[in-house]
């Protein structure tokens, strides 16, 4: 079956079952589910639990009870099941190898021997030191003497981006961020996409957005920088790419980003304490510009409605104050009665 052959735009949510969920995915949650109504598309809920090591089922399934306390709901997912399952990453772990293999086969990738801590003493960047990535430096690129085999425990195939020559530069019109140029060459380099049984990120979800069919991506800003990358996968297997739009952030008062390590904005922890779910809402959408900060209390449909307005859907940017919404907003406190600002 193709995926698209209905014509139907295809959204999805993609949640990691490492700690439990909280405010900020709470938000990207609701946007990606309002973007996909608004224009009347499928939504789909995906786990993606390839880290073995902190992924744990029961995290899984509190996901979904912190989704549907939130209002949101899914025409395919691991519990109702849908034409393109499994639903769950660590279930679909046969499809990266395939995906991988194919890739080798076709020359697009090489084995490296080079763990992180290799690939950031290989580098001299001054950028590095601000916390920014370490493009990688081409140590384990084939050469004359013929390819690498890859080493038992670090490493991995990367795709060969600089052989790509300017095909390396992504270009893309952003739902929420407007044109984006990125020549992955400079900002990456050579990336990672995992080994046999053990896929990156990377490599996994373009695998499964192809495989679901999705056409759209809504998501967190922290997430834009993996967007060119994958732009370049999706060419390399031929599939169709996604439309984007990378939604704000909230963050701490500090302007930290917040982290599931932040326990005390868990979803969980928000519906222990016996907030509504529409108090919630209504301070989510409140913080990205969708509506005022005197609105106390607001249903999950609203942001369907104002996101036919504003955002991913088309329209204006959202604007906070009479700025563009477009990077990060603070999060204030959730337990004291204080709204974002």
């Not at 139907?8 to 949640?15: E, G, K, M, S």
């Amino acid at each position: 079956m193709n995926p698209g052959a209905s014509g139907q735009r295809r959204f999805r949510y993609a949640p990691t079952p490492t700690r439990e969920l909280h405010v900020g995915n709470g938000l990207a949650a609701l946007i990606g589910w309002a973007a996909a109504r608004s224009v009347g598309g499928a939504f789909a809920l995906r786990i993606e639990d390839i880290d073995r090591t902190r992924s744990r089922p029961e995290l899984a399934a509190a996901a979904l009870d912190d989704l549907r306390w939130l209002g949101v709901d899914w025409d395919e997912g691991p519990d109702v099941g849908g034409a393109f399952g499994p639903y769950v990453q660590s279930e679909r772990m046969a499809r990266y190898d395939a995906a991988l293999a194919e890739l080798d086969a076709r020359g697009l990738v090489y084995a490296c021997q080079c763990s992180r801590a290799d690939v950031r003493a290989a580098m001299s960047a001054p950028h590095l030191q601000l916390g920014g990535e370490a493009p990688y430096a081409g140590t384990c690129r084939p050469t004359h003497d013929g390819p690498r085999a890859l080493a038992e425990d670090r490493g991995g195939y990367r795709l060969d981006v600089v052989s790509l020559g300017d095909a390396a530069v992504v270009q893309l019109e952003d739902a929420w961020l407007g044109p984006v140029t990125e020549d992955v060459r400079e900002t990456c380099g050579d990336f990672l996409l995992g080994r046999p049984d053990a896929p990156t990120y990377q490599l996994a979800v373009v695998t499964d957005d192809i495989a679901m069919g999705i056409t759209d991506v809504v998501r967190g800003h922290d997430l834009a920088g993996s967007t060119a990358r994958q732009v370049l996968l999706y060419r390399a297997f031929g599939g169709a790419v996604p439309r984007f739009a990378h939604h704000p952030l909230l963050v701490d008062e500090q302007g930290q980003k917040l982290s599931k390590r932040d326990g005390a904005l868990a979803l969980s922890e928000l519906r222990k304490s016996q907030m509504a779910p529409g108090e919630l809402r209504a301070r989510l959408g409140a913080a990205v510009g969708l509506w005022g900060a005197d609105v106390r209390r607001a249903a999950a449909r609203d942001f369907i409605e104002a996101l036919r307005e504003v955002g991913p859907a088309g329209g204006p940017e959202p604007t906070v104050d009479g700025r563009p919404a477009s990077g990060e907003i603070r999060a204030g406190a959730w337990h004291d009665g204080a709204w974002p600002t």
